[in-house]
């Protein structure tokens, strides 16, 4: 059973904004306290390979498993070649592209910068291992196990990183190494107890040895589907105890006898089914994939691999875009997240222009199927009115209070480094991601095999343009330019996947009808005009109070727009209460 798309959103979104904001405050201790060197090799250089090396992994597999359409018998078994694939992977991009290109840092800061790479390759190597159970519980809508276990491992990274930086006397970039390797641990363990624990016995449905012994592990999981939000919340808190509890003191009187236990039988095994259509889906998800990282991450590239960026100036651009990024990182994310899985239900993928035909002219001449899609287009067009409206609030707000933002965030060293002034350019970049993100998600949702590597193509075009123009722009205006090149770059992604929507739903779906009303505009332009003047009688003064009635000002204002939102919007009070997308069964 999947969960409606706003029940998805409510728990990926509270496990968002319980982790980052918990980073957030670590964060604004670390860069007052660790040299701003260090921060920009460890969150710019080194989370740039680590990133890259999991989502050329993550990204393919979940794009393709995430459909129903395919048996979990043959997911499993496929989905094992994650950690696999992985040390390929982290040894391709170290010898073809770190090695030869990237700038080995002063030794002072790291004695051996491969054996730091080596360290976060290895993360990823670990959190490669949870993959498969995530996809699992994906499939079985535990969406706030998910959010449960993404927010877990966010706050592990920052708080193993605070310990071993304030007790232990190591380098600063080697702590950050060592954390990013222990968080992996305990968030690959809460994985799999999740899934293979947790989602049959706690419920009572199986019995545990049953998971160990049976031939076939997926029918048994086929019977788990968990149907009450509120144990899954508990569930996600008390997992320790209940496994602990399971597996010690109850193992025995679970099954008369375990002479047949077997761990070798959870793994899969080989050969498994696996058409091949989806083998051709798999590969052009891999390829689609390797190009959207360089389109999506440009960015990191031209700061990682050319010199116009020192480490200290790649630090600060790193915290703006950390600081603006939040809003995007806390609500987008997991809109985007839940908005996939929901549209992956409401469309199947077919494999040639003259079989989605005859397939939207099957779905609309029957009930089931014609109320999916109809369900699927409705819901694109709330939602890119919601991720609209959403930006166009936070670039508003963003303006007069980026100063202030900044100052509680990075203090001096994004003061006196334009750390406002690339923010608020960068707010207005959060509005370009939040169309994209939708954008992108029903359009991946709805592609044929045909349609994704034409995207491919689209995208293995856009990736040196994308990259020439950070190079450009940031040779010529620094930071800006990198925002801004990021912005031409979304623009065209935004152009493609929306030619392919509009043919999709047959114009069924109109972008202007999903700009904000008129009054709201009017709306969010007073405030605008009032914040500024805020800004210029207080915030251009230092001191507590000054800001205070800054803030207040703002706070005021904003009530008031989101009361007016709340009262006048109908796809926003929609989408809150729960009753514009109904549940779909899976």
Same mark, same amino acid.
């Not at 798309?5 to 604004?28: D, E, K, P």
């Not at 077997?262 to 259509?277: D, N, R, T, W």
């Not at 694109?380 to 609209?388: A, T």
């Not at 904003?558 to 006048?568: D, E, L, R, S």
């Given at each position: 059973?999947?969960?409606?798309?706003?029940?998805?959103f409510m728990h990926?979104?509270?496990?968002?904004?319980?982790?980052?904001?918990?980073?957030?405050?670590?964060?604004?201790?670390?860069?007052?306290?660790?040299?701003?060197?260090?921060?920009?090799?460890?969150?710019v250089?080194?989370?740039?390979f680590?990133?890259? %090396?999991?989502?050329?992994?993550?990204?393919?597999?979940?794009k393709?498993?995430?459909?129903?359409?395919i048996?979990?018998?043959?997911?499993?078994?496929?989905?094992?070649?994650?950690?696999?694939?992985?040390?390929?992977?982290?040894?391709?991009?170290?010898?073809?592209?770190?090695?030869?290109?990237?700038?080995?840092?002063d030794?002072?800061?790291?004695?051996?910068?491969?054996? @730091?790479?080596?360290?976060?390759?290895?993360?990823?190597?670990?959190?490669?291992?949870?993959?498969?159970?995530? *996809?699992?519980?994906?499939?079985f809508?535990?969406?706030?196990?998910?959010?449960?276990?993404?927010?877990?491992?966010?706050?592990?990274?920052?708080?193993?990183?605070?310990?071993?930086?304030?007790m232990?006397?190591?380098?600063?970039?080697y702590a950050?190494?060592?954390?990013?390797?222990?968080?992996?641990?305990?968030?690959?363990m809460?994985?799999?107890?999740?899934?293979?624990?947790?989602?049959v016995?706690?419920?009572? #449905?199986?019995?545990?040895?049953? *998971?160990?012994?049976?031939?076939?592990?997926?029918?048994?999981?086929?019977?788990?589907?968990?149907? =009450?939000?509120?144990?899954?919340?508990? $569930?996600?808190f008390?997992?320790t105890?209940l496994?602990?509890?399971?597996?010690?003191?109850?193992?025995?009187?679970?099954?008369?006898?375990?002479?047949?236990?077997?761990?070798?039988?959870?793994?899969?095994?080989?050969?498994?089914?696996f058409?091949?259509?989806?083998?051709?889906?798999?590969?052009?998800?891999?390829?689609?994939s390797?190009?959207?990282?360089?389109?999506?991450?440009g960015?990191?590239?031209?700061?990682?691999?050319?010199?116009?960026?020192?480490?200290?100036?790649?630090?600060?651009?790193?915290?703006?875009?950390?600081?603006?990024?939040?809003?995007?990182?806390?609500?987008?994310a997991?809109?985007?997240?839940?908005?996939?899985?929901?549209?992956?239900?409401?469309? #199947?993928?077919?494999?040639?222009?003259?079989?989605?035909?005859?397939?939207?002219?099957?779905?609309y001449?029957?009930?089931?199927?014609?109320?999916?899609?109809?369900?699927?287009?409705n @819901?694109?067009?709330?939602?890119?009115?919601?991720?609209i409206?959403?930006?166009?609030?936070?670039?508003?707000?963003?303006?007069?209070?980026?100063?202030?933002?900044?100052?509680?965030?990075?203090?001096?060293?994004?003061?006196?480094n334009?750390?406002?002034?690339?923010?608020?350019?960068?707010?207005?970049?959060?509005?370009?991601?939040? *169309?994209?993100?939708?954008?992108?998600?029903?359009?991946?949702?709805?592609?044929?095999?045909?349609?994704?590597?034409?995207h491919?193509?689209?995208?293995?075009?856009?990736?040196?343009?994308?990259?020439?123009?950070? !190079?450009?722009?940031?040779?010529?205006?620094?930071?800006?330019?990198?925002?801004?090149?990021?912005?031409?770059?979304?623009?065209? #992604?935004i152009?493609?996947?929306?030619?392919?929507i509009? #043919?999709?739903?047959?114009?069924?779906?109109?972008?202007?009808? $999903?700009?904000?009303? !008129?009054?709201?505009?009017?709306?969010?332009f !007073? =405030?605008?005009?009032?914040?500024?003047?805020?800004?210029?009688?207080?915030?251009?003064?230092?001191?507590i109070?000054?800001?205070?009635?800054?803030? %207040?000002?703002? =706070?005021?204002?904003?009530? !008031?727009?989101?009361?007016?939102?709340?009262?006048?919007?109908?796809?926003?009070a929609?989408?809150l209460?729960?009753?514009?997308?109904?549940?779909?069964?899976?």
């Amino acid at each position: 059973m999947m969960n409606s798309l706003a029940s998805s959103f409510m728990h990926n979104f509270s496990g968002q904004l319980l982790s980052r904001l918990f980073s957030f405050c670590i964060n604004m201790y670390l860069l007052r306290r660790i040299d701003s060197d260090a921060l920009g090799l460890v969150n710019v250089n080194l989370m740039l390979f680590y990133s890259t %090396t999991i989502f050329l992994i993550r990204e393919p597999f979940r794009k393709v498993f995430l459909g129903s359409e395919i048996p979990l018998s043959v997911v499993v078994t496929h989905l094992w070649f994650a950690p696999l694939i992985c040390p390929l992977i982290a040894a391709v991009l170290y010898l073809c592209f770190w090695l030869p290109f990237s700038t080995p840092p002063d030794a002072s800061l790291v004695p051996s910068y491969t054996t @730091a790479l080596s360290m976060f390759a290895f993360s990823a190597w670990l959190e490669s291992f949870a993959e498969p159970y995530v *996809i699992l519980s994906l499939r079985f809508g535990m969406d706030a196990q998910y959010a449960f276990a993404q927010s877990f491992l966010v706050i592990s990274q920052r708080v193993f990183a605070l310990i071993l930086i304030t007790m232990v006397p190591i380098l600063p970039v080697y702590a950050f190494c060592f954390a990013q390797v222990c968080s992996k641990i305990p968030y690959c363990m809460t994985q799999m107890m999740q899934t293979y624990i947790l989602n049959v016995a706690f419920y009572g #449905r199986l019995n545990i040895i049953t *998971i160990f012994t049976h031939t076939d592990l997926f029918p048994v999981f086929c019977h788990c589907t968990i149907h =009450c939000n509120d144990l899954q919340v508990l $569930s996600s808190f008390c997992y320790t105890a209940l496994c602990i509890y399971l597996l010690v003191s109850g193992i025995r009187s679970v099954a008369p006898s375990i002479r047949d236990f077997s761990l070798v039988s959870v793994y899969p095994s080989f050969p498994k089914a696996f058409s091949k259509e989806n083998r051709s889906i798999l590969g052009a998800f891999t390829v689609h994939s390797i190009f959207k990282q360089v389109v999506t991450n440009g960015t990191g590239y031209v700061l990682t691999f050319t010199n116009f960026f020192s480490l200290s100036d790649q630090a600060v651009f790193d915290a703006v875009d950390k600081l603006g990024s939040l809003v995007a990182r806390v609500i987008f994310a997991p809109l985007e997240h839940s908005a996939y899985l929901y549209f992956s239900t409401c469309f #199947r993928r077919t494999t040639s222009a003259k079989d989605r035909i005859e397939f939207i002219g099957v779905c609309y001449s029957t009930y089931r199927f014609q109320t999916d899609v109809k369900k699927g287009v409705n @819901a694109m067009s709330s939602l890119l009115h919601i991720v609209i409206l959403v930006g166009t609030v936070i670039f508003i707000f963003a303006i007069p209070y980026s100063s202030l933002a900044v100052k509680i965030y990075g203090g001096t060293v994004l003061i006196s480094n334009s750390g406002a002034n690339i923010l608020r350019l960068y707010s207005f970049y959060i509005i370009i991601i939040a *169309i994209n993100g939708i954008i992108e998600c029903f359009a991946m949702a709805t592609m044929n095999e045909k349609e994704l590597l034409s995207h491919g193509w689209f995208l293995f075009f856009s990736s040196p343009i994308h990259i020439f123009l950070s !190079f450009i722009f940031s040779y010529a205006i620094s930071a800006y330019g990198l925002i801004l090149a990021n912005i031409i770059t979304m623009l065209m #992604r935004i152009a493609y996947s929306w030619r392919h929507i509009r #043919r999709f739903s047959r114009g069924q779906i109109s972008f202007l009808k $999903s700009l904000p009303n !008129f009054p709201t505009i009017l709306i969010l332009f !007073f =405030c605008l005009m009032v914040t500024s003047l805020s800004f210029l009688i207080f915030g251009e003064v230092d001191g507590i109070m000054h800001s205070a009635a800054h803030v %207040t000002v703002g =706070c005021s204002l904003f009530i !008031f727009v989101i009361n007016h939102i709340y009262q006048n919007d109908l796809h926003v009070a929609k989408f809150l209460s729960n009753k514009s997308l109904g549940s779909h069964n899976g």
